[in-house]
């Protein structure tokens, strides 16, 4: 019988051998659909860059929305997506900071956290280390942190030689060529068989981060001028060449702007304040009520909007006299935020129009509109991922989608946003990419 | 937040079922209630004890094998590295000769988990690994009416604990995620397996058999979240370092009927159906001592459905010491749709088995059996956590047990 022991121990044997082995499922097909990835470029502002959390930095740049969409399309085609990095650890903002970070107050009482501005940025602009010593011939991201769309065909608009604050040093990084290289002209080169188009928001925020004090809102007919320009330039590369226009967002719906809402401030002011005094961009003393639901109901539909940095000089005591106003610089009042929303629907409509007719004129999609209307509408109450019923929201630092500057996205929320363009992509190309699982990307980093 | 959605299990058999109670029987599909084969009838049908020709002591385990694999929404292949569960039984059944009445005490593991997941796949706020052990103590007694009809019943005294770990989606500094674990001992309950055997006529017997519903409660279990600690503070409680929980999870009652005919002296086939009244899960609540924003009690429907398992087996007695078995067996999933978890990957179940007996000497026998258990291919979504996708699993399990008869 010892044969047949044998024989248990060689069956045994097998078994292990097969239990090495996971059953084999097979995933779904993946197909680019009428639409061609081998050559994706993307062109846009510091939302197309990776920027966020006051800077471009590094590990920002490897989760821009369109590294996470190219990651997809190289599962239907799509090749490589070359991108300017920084070096390893490298950040830089407007102000000279690095990348903020959160701290906790720990004073029982305060607000838990507050932002830190990481004043001794890694990275010095225009340095050997700044200019991008990559091949500047094949890449793929063309995102340019401030860039108006206005600018996107300005040759040499990283001309250092222009002096300062008329070139940009973003640029400047992988301009073919600083002194002469436009941003739509360096784009075109590439000969782009796709693109994502999304330009347009600095010709607003500019105003309204400033609180309109500065810059000025980029007329509609300019933009749609410089739309077509661009656009009908990039569609030219190839005989083929598909792309996704990027609508405008609501920029009043972002945490710089939202976080200061009537509810918030009421709650969180002192009771004995009822009246929030600021200076207009007229230059006069305005008021606007707080308590308005004691008052004059009507008020709360006022409009009138706080910029997130007003929060300090509140603290400060500031802001509730007329004789000690907020500055205009942090306060967008009811005019000035019907001037940002009404260039809003302006360019969406431009970009619409555009889209229709250049559809009609080919007898076929080659173009399409991603609406960020109903992903930011939805991500005011909050959006639950698969498998978390936490909510990722636009509040800011707890909801997770937004960057510490209250103004960009958190890796996170560049991959939601990239789903929702998979989405347009597929609807609109007959493609069928993946999503991507949202949370492999880091949401608002929590200090210890 | 509630990140602690569910109480995690996996299962074997059906729903977390691990059916594997004896080696001679899972050989034959694991039907047993109307064999009197050995001293594993404590588990099968306590009334087939008295029916024992000998007094017996027989332990024996089985080596878990099982491999899921899970295509995401995201069409992301991950695999569950699990792993290899050993589960065990032991049994002694004993009486004076001649006496119509037996004593037999049992020791088994019906229910239980392990399953793995790591901590970089898709369901990680659900589940990164899970270990769930029950161990059932069975004093049993059985009485010989006449040579015709037996009956027999044990007290059930259960015991488990359970392991859990998650990941919480809260970003550390470095992007890493929070995680959680939780830990505890379940409070001894206790149940009935009680049993009827009829020897029909010399070649037919019929046994029916039922093992009651009970709980396994946990109470002061250890809860532990490893987030960042600007969480933890006094001014920021967002969720408590450490707690204590409170959770419960049903072990199903059992109907179990079955009938053996002994073809010819060679040959023997059996068969089985069990119902399990998997209905009674019907949702996993955790209470914690500490709430906290981010820690709150959760609800967790699972609405499970009853299930029906329906065994098949035979057994070619090859020579005076060798016996060949084989046999197979189908279950019908306990999870319905829409409600799938990654703890549960449950789904229509083929059982494919064989194995052979060889006795020794008068008194040691030895079983060798083989299981491969087949869950079908399910595409399901859970409805309450939004997250699902394909699962697949199969399970390799050999096993390995030893009878001493005298």
Same mark, same amino acid.
């Given at each position: ?66 590294? &996470? ?27 000279? @900071? ?35 010593? +990559?091949?500047?011939?094949? /890449? ?15 040759? +040499?608009?990283?001309?250092?030689? %222009? ?22 002209? !360096? ?27 500065? +810059? ?36 009043t719906?972002?945490?710089?702007f939202s976080?200061l809402n009537p509810t918030a401030l009421a709650a969180s002011l002192p009771a004995a304040v009822t009246t929030i005094f600021y200076r207009n961009?007229a230059?006069t003393v305005a008021s606007y009520p707080l308590r308005s639901g004691t008052t004059n109901p009507l008020f709360l539909a006022d409009g009138t909007l706080f910029?997130?940095?007003a929060?300090?000089?509140f603290?400060?005591?500031?802001g509730f006299t007329p004789?000690?106003p907020l500055?205009?610089?942090?306060v967008l009042d009811p005019g000035e935020v019907r001037?940002?929303l ?8 431009? &970009? ?52 510490? !500057? ?17 989405? $347009? ?24 | ?105 049992? $020791? ?26 029950? &161990? ?12 015709? &009809?037996?009956?027999?019943? +044990? ?14 989606? $809260? ?64 001014? %920021? ?29 060679? /040959? ?16 996993? !609540? ?76 008068? @008194?040691?026998?030895? !079983? ?39």
């Amino acid at each position: 019988m010892r044969h047949i022991f044998k024989k248990v121990l060689g069956v045994a044997a097998a078994a292990i051998v097969l239990v090495s082995c996971h059953p084999n499922v097979k995933e779904a097909g993946v197909s680019s659909g009428s639409a061609d990835f081998s050559v994706y470029v993307a062109v846009g502002n510091s939302l197309t860059a990776g920027y966020g959390d006051g800077a471009l930095y590094r590990s920002g740049q490897e989760m821009s929305f369109p590294n &996470i969409l190219a990651g997809q399309m190289r599962l239907a085609g799509g090749g490589a997506f070359n991108q300017p990095l920084l070096p390893e650890g490298s950040g830089f903002g407007p102000s000279g @900071n690095g990348r903020f970070t959160l701290v906790a107050t720990g004073l029982p009482g305060n607000a838990a956290f507050t932002v830190a501005s990481n004043n001794a940025p890694s990275i010095t602009p225009l340095s050997s280390d700044w200019v991008f010593a +990559g091949d500047k011939s094949s /890449l793929n991201n063309f995102g340019v942190p401030g860039m108006r769309i206005v600018e996107a065909l300005v040759p +040499g608009l990283g001309n250092p030689a %222009n002096g300062a604050g008329n070139f940009n040093p973003y640029f400047t990084r992988f301009a073919q060529n600083p002194a002469t290289s436009s941003v739509i002209g !360096d784009v075109f080169a590439r000969r782009p068989t796709f693109f994502t188009f999304a330009l347009g928001n600095n010709d607003i925020l500019g105003f309204a981060s400033s609180g309109g004090a500065s +810059g000025a809102v980029t007329p509609a007919a300019t933009f749609n001028a410089v739309l077509n320009l661009a656009v009908d330039s990039l569609l030219k590369a190839t005989p083929n060449t598909r792309g996704v226009i990027v609508g405008i967002p609501d920029v009043t719906r972002i945490p710089l702007f939202s976080t200061l809402n009537p509810t918030a401030l009421a709650a969180s002011l002192p009771a004995a304040v009822t009246t929030i005094f600021y200076r207009n961009s007229a230059g006069t003393v305005a008021s606007y009520p707080l308590r308005s639901g004691t008052t004059n109901p009507l008020f709360l539909a006022d409009g009138t909007l706080f910029l997130l940095p007003a929060q300090g000089l509140f603290a400060q005591g500031i802001g509730f006299t007329p004789t000690n106003p907020l500055p205009n610089n942090l306060v967008l009042d009811p005019g000035e935020v019907r001037n940002i929303l009404n260039a809003r629907s302006a360019y969406n409509g431009w &970009i619409t129009a555009y889209i229709n007719r250049k559809n009609r004129e080919a007898g076929r999609t080659v173009l399409a509109y991603f609406n960020p209307d109903p992903f930011f509408d939805a991500m005011q109450a909050g959006i639950a991922l698969p498998g978390d019923t936490r909510r990722v929201s636009a509040a800011f630092i707890t909801g997770g989608a937004f960057a510490l !500057d209250g103004v960009h996205l958190t890796p996170r929320g560049y991959a939601m946003v990239t789903n929702e363009l998979i989405s $347009v992509i597929n609807a609109s190309f007959g493609a069928t990419l993946p999503a991507v699982d949202a949370r492999k990307y880091p949401a608002t980093l929590f200090p210890n | 937040m509630s990140f602690l959605l569910a109480a995690p299990i996996f299962s074997y058999a059906q729903g977390y079922q691990v059916a594997l109670q004896g080696n001679a029987q899972l050989a034959m599909g694991h039907a047993g209630t109307a064999l009197k084969m050995d001293a594993s009838s404590v588990f099968f049908n306590p009334g087939a004890v008295a029916m024992l020709e000998r007094n017996e002591a027989q332990v024996g385990g089985n080596f878990i094998f099982s491999r899921t694999t899970f295509v995401s929404q995201q069409n992301e292949t991950f695999k569950s590295n699990n792993p290899t569960g050993t589960p065990f039984h032991a049994y002694g059944v004993y009486g004076a000769d001649g006496s119509k009445l037996k004593f037999g005490v049992g $020791v088994y593991t019906p229910f239980g988990s392990s399953v793995n997941w790591g901590d970089q796949w898709a369901g990680r706020f659900q589940l990164n690994s899970i270990s769930l052990r029950t &161990i059932c103590y069975q004093p049993t007694i059985s009485y010989k009416l006449s040579d015709q &009809i037996s009956f027999g019943a +044990g007290l059930i005294i259960a015991t488990g604990s359970v392991n859990l770990q998650r990941s919480i989606g $809260v970003n550390f500094p470095d992007g890493t995620y929070g995680r959680a674990e939780l830990n505890g001992n379940a409070i001894p309950s206790y149940g009935l397996n009680a049993g009827i055997y009829i020897q029909a006529t010399d070649k037919l017997s019929v046994g029916l058999s039922y093992r009651s519903k009970m709980l396994m409660r946990i109470d002061g279990g250890d809860a532990k979240f490893n987030v960042p600690a600007s969480f933890t503070t006094a001014n %920021n409680l967002q969720i408590p370092a450490a707690t204590t929980f409170k959770a419960e999870l049903p072990l199903p009652e059992t109907f179990n009927v079955g009938a053996a005919y002994q073809v010819n002296e060679k /040959l023997l086939v059996t068969g089985d159906v069990n119902y399990v009244v998997w209905s009674s899960y019907q949702t996993l !609540d955790f209470d914690y001592a500490q709430n906290a924003p981010l820690l709150q009690d959760t609800q967790n429907p699972r609405n499970y459905q009853d299930a029906f398992i329906f065994r098949g087996g035979a057994q070619y007695q090859y020579t005076d010491k060798l016996a060949l078995r084989g046999g197979l067996y189908y279950a019908t999933t306990a999870v319905p749709d829409n409600y799938i978890t990654p703890e549960t990957p449950d789904a229509n179940r083929t059982g494919l088995t064989a194995g052979i007996g060889y006795r020794v000497n008068d @008194n040691i026998v030895l !079983d060798a059996s083989f299981l491969y258990l087949n869950v079908a291919k399910r595409t399901d979504f859970n409805s309450t956590t939004n997250f699902g996708g394909t699962y697949k699993t199969h399970n390799f399990i050999p096993g390995i047990g030893v009878r001493y008869q005298f």
